[in-house]
């Protein structure tokens, strides 16, 4: 048994490592290599970038964490705040084709204040402990603080993740009813797949680890490595997933793109043919040299 558990908890600690690697490759290929003319790699190289923090945090543990592990994840939790304002803006800037430079925006004040919140407690909480060792009050009074955040940061993190995954489902299905409406082009069909089977994606792997791990974590039940390496393994294969699926649409995206370069590329023969052709004056002056031609003509044999 203990041979089997030292096995898994290499396997996990490996798997950990691997999607980390992957995901923060993708996420840095994504921002500095695939770039598009709005900036919206930058936010999707960012949402990559998080999952490749949250795979590195499986790497964690009580011997080789530099702090108390307990507060070494929340410090981390703060960042997790970011991935879902993250995802609702590239959905809003891709779908409406925004191209405005990317600012700091009022989707990201939660995180920050959340972060500022965690920073604060957690400072208050090391200096009770240092400055007040021998004060026991002092020191259960600054374990609580740092602990009841703790405790709520989980909740905190599922209720803003349902919140933005309805809005974001909602501004999906809003899009695509205009869309039908005005026939527009194969590429933003294109585009518009992406997104939904990006959000879909990610709404699955959030469901999977509030099942797994959240709702088991506030029942005060044990959370082993099982659920949490399952919960990753499925992260990472649902990174495989849309990595392959974005190959494929940006495949089929030059397609289209090259098929109405053409199209346009044949309209625009004709108009330039057709803007070499005479005017009715010309062609009236023609038929004018014509017709006294063949009138000098009919002398000469007369």
Sequence with gaps: MNE???????????????????CIGLGLYIRYVYREGNGNNKLLGSIFSLMGLYF??????RDNSPVPIHLLFTLIIPFYFLLMP?????????????????????????????????????????????DFSNTLELGEFSF????????????????QTLIYFILIIEMLRRYKGRSRKAHQESLQDIKFHWLL????????NWLVRTLLVILPFYLGDQISEIPQAMARLLLLLTVYVLAIYGLKQITKAAYLRGK???????????????????????????????????????????
């Design 4 to 22: 089997f558990n030292s096995f898994f908890s290499q396997g996990y600690w490996w798997l950990s490592l691997f999607g980390g690697l992957h």
């Design 56 to 61: 590195f945090t499986g790497m964690l543990n």
């Design 86 to 130: 993250l995802l609702y803006l590239y959905c809003y800037r891709s779908l409406n084709n925004i191209k405005l430079e990317l600012r700091l925006s009022a989707h990201f004040y939660l995180a920050l204040i959340v972060a500022l919140a965690v920073l604060i407690i957690s400072i208050e909480s090391k200096s009770f402990v240092l």
């Design 144 to 159: 609580t603080h740092l602990g009841a955040l703790a405790t709520l940061l989980p909740g905190m993190l599922s209720i």
């Design 197 to 204: 089977v990006l959000t879909l994606a990610l709404m699955c």
């Design 260 to 302: 109405l370069n053409r199209h346009k590329h044949t309209l625009i023969n004709p108009l330039k043919t057709s803007n070499q052709l005479l005017n009715s004056e010309e062609l009236n002056y023609l038929h004018q040299l014509m017709r006294e031609d063949n009138q000098e003509d009919e002398k000469q044999h007369q």
